[in-house]
């Protein structure tokens, strides 16, 4: 069994700060590209970054300049640094991992629980 688990999220003030973790746990053999979305209230979910196992990083246009994705490879964990942040980031942040569990050929996107992000103008 593989499962995410984040932390992070919260209330901050426009142009504050925070930092997302989602880590990933269970039976893997290996993880591939991880990175996260969000979901704005009455928005569909988005794309805001990811990243490969070789750490090659691709952002939303949106986020650019003010995000920072990385990775622990050995924790086999994703973080999400967010600076600058907008009122219009506010919403529930979802990471999710493409992982090759043990004893299986299939490398399915797992997801986490998702985090609520609230930027207060």
């Known amino acids: 069994q593989v499962q995410l688990v984040e932390s992070g999220g919260g209330l901050v003030q426009a142009g504050g700060s925070l930092r997302l973790s989602c880590a990933a746990s269970?039976?893997?053999?290996?993880?591939?590209?991880m990175g996260w979305y969000r979901q704005g209230p009455g928005k569909q979910r988005e794309l805001v970054a990811t990243?490969?196992?070789?750490?090659?990083?691709n952002y939303a246009d949106s986020v650019k300049g003010r995000f920072t994705i990385s990775r622990d490879n050995a924790k086999n964990t994703v973080y999400l640094q967010m600076n600058s942040l907008k009122p219009e980031d506010t919403g529930v942040y979802y990471c999710?991992?493409?992982?090759?569990?043990?004893?299986?050929?299939?490398?399915?996107?797992?997801w986490g629980q998702g985090t609520q992000v609230t930027v207060s103008s």
């Open positions: 999710y991992a493409n992982i090759l569990p043990l004893l299986t050929t299939l490398s399915p996107n797992y």
């Open positions: 990243i490969t196992s070789g750490g090659s990083t």
């Open positions: 269970g039976s893997i053999f290996s993880v591939n590209a």
